[in-house]
């Protein structure tokens, strides 16, 4: 399988997605300039994280406007798995792939940090090799991570299972502590209305190593491969 | 040699203008027969820039050259934007270490900022790309609303700059102390990767070569950056603010990308960062190395603004810019390099065979030097050094005399003060807002004793650390340079690592003060001393002197950033107790050294008595076999023994991590020649704390190595609590109360309000 990795000029985490997909996975991956509009017969696309433009002006808002955004729209609307993390979430919303925005985190500061999410939803193209109420150990890192939407919305994602995962403590328990930037209702990573895209701000890319501290990250990866290969 | 005559509309030469230019009369007159006339406005900003203290090190070099600097793997030493290192399988790593101190006094965000950005850029103008950020911090007390202020501004521009590189950020050291109330030092270091083949030095060569200048376009911003570096802070500081760079990250990234992709085209002969004095000192250091002369066109440099005389543009200070010698006939490929990176790149001048320095306005000459005699001539001074007789009294006060508090009694209440003092307490705050974990290399990140990155494609892993205990040098310098060096090297021991090159900061006060230049001398002597003892060589470094504000000079600060490397990744060592039941080990002595301690800085507000001696040898011998314990795979957690003593190191041990809390049951009863809280307090160099389950087997090795050891007690993890028997008394401190004080000091304190203030709105603060 091929895994296409978006590099805006400003992305710092495409290196680390490629790694996770080539040495950890054993997958194939390309990096896909912002500037082109191909996405070199890439089966799987991950918007990485980082500072696309910039993000002086709204994180993401520069970025949805990219050439090769128009690709990867289209591979969404055609079905084709999208991951976007931390500042690909940003963009992926921005872009309409998801529904809610990413503000600036509640505390107003950058939080780095390594949290515990829970999974609410394993029967996913993300997640199906995880169990659901599972607790995963991930690391965070940004500014710009407090989840919003209006409430209608919010009770859509939640009533068809599309929050898939929440911050939580290292035991499950969804609560105040836990949030490391103030999303509404806890969420951590959505997908969208077809199942496709998934957005989350925690970084599963740097959760594929127990040298580093976590490896739950590889079986997001590994759930896309079962899903995609099968 | 070409005519040159006064351009224009610029200021005649007067003694006013060159007194504001911080040029002494003996500085002008040697300027004034280097060029045999009166020097142009645009000479005049040259030199001023180039000779400044910042960029001359005028005052510091003679002392500097007494460093060591060479090792089998020191592939480069001091002189060129970074040290580099072989660390095997032909990979090298670039490091360094620089200050941003007035700056950041003045404009704490932008000051970090910038500094985080002038870092990166001289490691990867290396041809290194950069895998780590460290720092160095000093701020007054966080009692003052000033202080918050400063300290909240710098860790948000040292994260917001690094975090959006991409560069981890993972290691350092902050230090509050009224001895840094007005002059908060700010020292970041960056630590790169590179393969041996691709390292790049900054020396023009090549008659005929263009010179480019490559990245931002050049505005008014920071112009005499580096003059203002070079004198002492004061009331008249905060007007200076235009002085002060704004950095760009995102621009700094994409340069980064683009000098990384330029340096491996083989498009290009020489890169170097425009830093201090920007083009000036960048051109004219280029040209000096590579032993040529240079031409250049200001009117070819890109701007931000129109309307730039050449003065402006060869002093501004803007950041995110490169000047690079490109092969004659690669200009189109440099271009098309910068292109895809969304930069400017334009050729602004030439390598010429006429040994001459020139900068023209179009056609017309505006500043010509002989040679590279504007670097090689600058002045250089050996001021007076002469030891401060109320410092001496200091060192010869008796700590042991110093009457305990009442509340002393209970040696946990003592022990809860010091993990809840700033300089002790859990820098999490600050380091949760830098992004430690992006590139992935991460083993250890902030809080450890020193930070572990993997290096992929290997089995090995380095590690690094900023130290320094300014107290120490400021109560007796020589053995304060000994220990920053030696504390150093032991932090890196600690996870694993064989200590292999430092980089150095060294900020002190006025050079031209006798007893600030005693200290500055005294402290490299120690400093050598440990390096050499250590083989640490010195690879490169900075020098920021004036680091006084009107309540007096900074502590004399020598910033060791210490380079280790793991060759076996299976080696890495955590700080903190692992396993109930490991024995807890002391290796070095037990002498109760309470001198220069933050026992009684903190609980007597008192900078007192002889530092603890440092003996490099022994250091050495310690993390001899330290290492030897660590590659017999019977060490479980190491854990250096520093500020606030054995009590604090075994207290961190215990709870420092919080996702694993341990207990420990202590039992110091033998040493019943040293007093109680000299045992829990006291800063005895040279000690490593160890848990291991086979004790013997640690015991042999250091026995083996001369190194003293003894059995102090045991892991608990079932325990809420640390205990310690005392030949007197005792200890009990409940885990909670431990983790109270650690945790929450800082970010209670941070909580309060955090106000600007200027200088001009400061009460005078009484020199310490």
């Known amino acids: 399988m091929k895994f296409g990795i978006v590099t805006f000029p400003g992305s710092n985490c495409d290196y680390d997605a490629y790694h996770a997909v080539t040495e950890i996975l054993g997958e194939e991956a390309v990096y896909i300039w912002h500037k082109d509009h191909d996405l070199q017969g890439s089966d799987v696309v991950i918007l990485p994280g980082g500072f696309s433009y910039g993000d002086y002006l709204r994180v993401g808002a520069i970025a949805r406007f990219s050439p090769i955004m128009q690709e990867v729209a289209a591979h969404a609307k055609a079905g084709g798995p999208v991951l976007g993390i931390c500042n690909g979430f940003q963009i992926a919303c921005e872009a309409g792939l998801l529904p809610g925005a990413l503000l600036r985190n509640s505390h107003l500061q950058f939080v780095s940090a390594e949290v515990s999410i829970r999974v609410e939803n394993s029967d996913t193209l993300f997640t199906n090799r995880y169990e659901r109420g599972e607790v995963l150990r991930i690391p965070v890192a940004h500014g710009d991570g407090r989840f919003v939407a209006t409430n209608d919305v919010l009770d859509r994602l939640e009533g068809e299972g599309r929050v898939v995962f929440k911050y939580a403590d290292a035991n499950g328990n969804i609560s105040v502590d836990a949030n490391p930037n103030g999303s509404e209702r806890n969420i951590a990573g959505i997908i969208g209305e077809n199942g496709n895209v998934l957005g989350m701000m925690p970084h599963p890319e740097r959760a594929c190593s127990d040298l580093l501290g976590s490896s739950d990250g590889v079986r997001l990866l590994e759930s896309i491969l079962s899903r995609v290969a099968a | ?768």
């Not at chain 2, 490559?214 to 003059?227: E, L, Q």
């Not at chain 2, 060589?537 to 000079?553: F, K, M, Q, W």
């Not at chain 2, 001899?624 to 017999?632: C, M, N, Q």
């Not at chain 2, 205990?723 to 929450?744: D, V, W």
């Open chain 2, 1 to 768: 040699m070409s005519e040159v005559t006064p351009r224009a509309g610029d200021p005649t030469i007067t003694p006013a203008l060159v007194a504001e230019h911080g040029l002494t009369k003996g500085e002008y007159e040697r300027l004034v027969a280097m060029l045999g006339r009166t020097p142009t406005f645009t000479e005049l900003g040259v030199v001023s820039a180039l000779w400044s203290e910042h960029c001359s090190y005028k005052h510091s070099r003679p002392v500097l050259k007494t460093l060591p600097t060479t090792a089998p793997y020191v592939l480069q030493g001091p002189g060129e934007n970074a040290g580099v290192i072989s660390i095997g399988d032909g990979l090298a790593v670039a490091f360094k270490i620089e200050s941003h101190n007035h700056p950041s006094a003045v404009e704490p965000y932008q000051g970090a900022a910038t500094g985080v950005g002038g870092i990166l850029r001289d490691v990867f103008t290396m041809g290194a790309r950069p895998i780590a950020m460290l720092n160095s911090l000093r701020f007054g007390s966080l009692e003052d609303s000033r202080v918050r202020y400063l300290f909240s501004g710098v860790v948000k521009g040292i994260g917001d700059y690094g975090n959006c590189v991409g560069i981890p950020t993972v290691a350092g050291e902050i230090v509050f102390d009224p001895a840094y109330e007005n002059n908060p030092l700010v020292n970041a270091m960056c630590v790169g990767l590179m393969h041996e083949e691709d390292l790049i030095r900054a020396k023009a060569e090549g008659v005929g070569n263009p010179i480019m200048a490559v990245g931002a376009r050049t505005g008014r911003d920071g112009i005499h950056g580096a003059s203002f570096a070079s004198e002492d802070l004061s009331e008249a500081s905060d007007a200076k603010r235009p002085r002060i760079q704004v950095g760009d990250p995102f621009t700094e990234k994409l340069l980064l990308e683009a000098s990384l992709e330029l340096i491996k085209s083989g498009h290009i002969v020489a890169i170097q960062d425009m830093g201090a004095a920007g083009l000036t000192s960048s051109s004219a250091e280029m040209a000096e190395r590579g032993d040529v002369g240079v031409t250049i066109d200001a009117t070819k440099v890109p701007t931000r603004e129109s309307g730039m005389t050449p003065y402006e543009i060869l002093l501004s200070e803007s950041q995110e810019r490169m000047l690079v010698v490109a092969k004659k006939g690669h200009e189109e490929n440099v271009r098309a390099i910068l292109t895809k990176w969304d930069l400017t790149a334009a050729v602004i001048g030439e390598v010429i065979a006429e040994p001459v320095y020139r900068v023209t306005e179009g056609s017309k000459v505006v500043a010509e030097f002989p040679g590279s005699r504007l670097v090689t001539e600058c002045p250089s001074y050996s001021p007076e050094a002469r030891e401060s007789a109320a410092i001496i009294a200091l060192r010869n006060t008796d700590p042991a005399a110093v009457v305990p508090r009442p509340e002393e009694k209970d040696h946990a209440w003592t022990l809860e003060k010091l993990l809840a003092s700033p300089t002790i307490a859990s820098k999490a705050w600050a380091y949760r807002q830098y992004d430690s974990t992006v590139r992935t290399n991460t083993v250890i990140g902030p809080g450890g004793d020193a930070a572990v990155l993997r290096v992929r494609g290997t089995n090995k892993a380095i590690a690094v650390k900023t130290d320094c205990n300014g107290r120490y040098v400021y109560l007796e310098p020589r053995v304060g340079g000994r220990i920053a060096v030696a504390e150093a090297a032991r932090n890196v021991a600690c996870t694993g690592a064989r200590p292999m090159a430092i980089t150095n900061c060294l900020n002190f006060g006025n050079p031209t003060k006798p007893e600030v230049f005693y200290q500055f001398k005294e402290a490299v002597a120690g400093m050598g001393e440990a390096c050499r003892a250590l083989g640490t060589p010195v690879t490169g470094g900075n020098v920021s002197l004036y680091n006084e504000s009107p309540s007096g000079a900074v502590f004399p600060t020598p910033v060791i950033g210490m380079v280790g490397l793991i060759d076996d990744i299976s080696h890495v060592t955590p700080a903190t107790f692992q396993n109930d039941g490991d024995a807890v080990l002391l290796l070095g002595e037990m002498a109760g050294e309470l001198g220069g301690s933050e026992y009684l800085s903190t609980i007597h507000g008192k900078a007192v008595g002889a530092p603890p001696r440092c003996d490099p040898v022994r250091e050495k011998a310690l993390i001899d076999a330290l290492l030897e314990a660590i590659a017999s795979g019977v060490v479980s957690s190491a854990h250096d023994c520093s500020d606030g003593g054995l009590a604090v190191a075994l207290a961190e041990c215990c709870i420092a991590n919080p996702d694993g809390e341990s207990g420990a049951e202590i039992d110091l009863s033998a040493y019943s020649g040293v007093a109680d809280r000299a045992i829990l307090f006291g800063e005895t160099q040279a000690r490593v704390v160890v848990s291991s389950a086979s004790p013997q087997r640690v015991v042999a090795i250091a026995a083996a190595a001369g190194v003293p050891c003894a059995e102090i007690g045991r892991v608990r993890q079932n325990s809420d609590s640390l205990t310690i028997s005392l030949p007197t008394g005792s200890l009990r401190a409940s885990l909670g109360t431990m983790r109270r004080a650690y945790h929450t000091s800082i970010p209670s304190i941070m909580s309060r309000t955090v106000e600007h203030a200027t200088f001009d709105e400061l009460s005078p603060v009484a020199a310490h």
